[in-house]
């Protein structure tokens, strides 16, 4: 039902520092049109209030992303996102 797609579709982003050596790859990938370093400053996070709208532009950015994802040179959605809208299987 829909109700049961938009509730699967929600994000729920949260930020924090870290270190760029110690990140892993895994199916959850930002793309690389959007630069992660540059979403939040510094000066956000010194804040509560910083964070909170920090945390707001990025559920805006990437529920855009991922609602309407980018095409391809084929004019198909782009496979990395469709791989994420699938089901895990283990």
């Known amino acids: 039902s829909k109700k ?3 509730k699967r579709q929600k994000i729920k982003p949260f930020v924090k520092y870290v270190n760029y ?20 400053t510094d000066q956000q996070m010194e804040t509560a209030d910083g964070r909170v709208e920090a945390k707001k532009y990025v559920k805006k950015l990437l529920e855009e992303k991922f609602l309407q994802p ?6 198909k959605p782009s496979k990395d ?10």
């Open 81 to 90: 996102v469709n791989y994420m809208r699938k089901k895990l299987r283990f």
């Open 4 to 6: 049961k797609i938009t």
């Open 21 to 40: 050596n110690h990140i892993m790859p895994t199916r959850y990938q930002v793309p690389s049109e959007i630069q992660a370093a540059a979403l939040v």
């Open 70 to 75: 980018p095409l391809d040179k084929t004019g």
